[in-house]
């Protein structure tokens, strides 16, 4: 049975390094479909940026299959939406294009293990909903730090995600050294009823592995944070515990958050 997960979180957060590493340490075969206007989901894996569907169309509306897809790093199927300029349309257009064009393609028949959707979460755009929505993505998982507007983007996705009737499969703590870090993030799980999976510490392999374009997997395969992903990657696809969020109301974020900061 093929694992359709989509990763979503607050730009900057570190949700593309994280899916990115993921796929590089699944030994399966993996097919990762880049969501965010940036476009950058896949660089690490393929070693360069690649063309987006949306820009390969403005040249060719009918575009085969190899014009779209790459193969990344551990034998990884990489695409990416693409979006429009900044200030410039809507940046949810590229996943609505991309996924039916996807689909028109055939793209998935390829039969793949693993299929992860790397989605911004901060973008109030309906094109953001479609792997939920379109039910493309069975289960979503949340990165955020414990920050307050990376939290404050992970409250606003759960609504999200109870709004469509989607299952939370657990939040991902990508660690910023905040203080207090993971004791925030984790009371903040179990508020909207849901529970940290993984904690992957800051690390300079990870700045490193991305100045060379690289994953850690690739660049550091023996490091202690390439076990992080190893371990993030097998705890997600053997997961079968699911929620429905329990977003908090505005008060009540300011509440939790207050008592960590006076």
Same mark, same amino acid.
């Given at each position: ?125 309906? &094109? ?9 993505? @069975? $289960? *979503?998982? =949340? %990165? ?24 939370? &499969? ?9 203080? @207090? $870090? *993971?004791? =925030? %993030? ?77």
């Amino acid at each position: 049975m093929v694992k359709k997960i989509a990763i979503y979180g607050k730009g900057g957060i570190g949700k593309s390094t994280t899916v990115s590493n993921m796929a590089a340490a699944y030994d399966k075969d993996t097919f990762v479909i880049g969501c965010d206007p940036k476009a950058d989901t896949t660089r690490t894996l393929v070693g360069k940026r690649i063309p987006t569907i949306l820009d390969t169309m403005k040249e060719n509306k009918s575009p085969n299959l190899d014009e779209i897809l790459y193969q990344g790093f551990n034998n990884t199927l990489c695409v990416e939406a693409g979006g429009p300029e900044p200030g410039v349309g809507c940046a949810g257009r590229g996943v609505i294009v991309a996924m039916k064009l996807l689909d028109k393609l055939s793209a998935f028949d390829s039969n793949p293990d693993l299929v992860i959707y790397d989605v911004l979460g901060d973008v109030v755009c309906g &094109g953001f909903s479609v792997p939920l929505r379109e039910e493309y993505a @069975d $289960e *979503v998982y =949340i %990165v955020t730090s414990g920050e307050y507007m990376s939290l404050y983007a992970a409250n606003n996705i759960a609504k999200g995600i109870r709004k469509l009737n989607g299952k939370l &499969g657990g939040i991902i703590c990508n660690c910023r050294n905040v203080k @207090d $870090e *993971v004791e =925030i %993030v984790s009371e903040f799980a179990s508020l909207i009823s849901s529970k940290v999976i993984s904690v992957i510490p800051r690390s300079e392999l990870v700045q490193q592995s991305e100045y060379n374009a690289c994953t850690v997997l690739k660049m550091f395969p023996e490091s202690d944070q390439a076990d992080k992903y190893r371990e993030l990657v097998d705890t997600i696809v053997n997961n079968d515990s699911f929620s429905t969020p329990t977003p908090l109301t505005m008060d009540e974020f300011e509440s939790f958050f207050h008592k960590y900061v006076s």
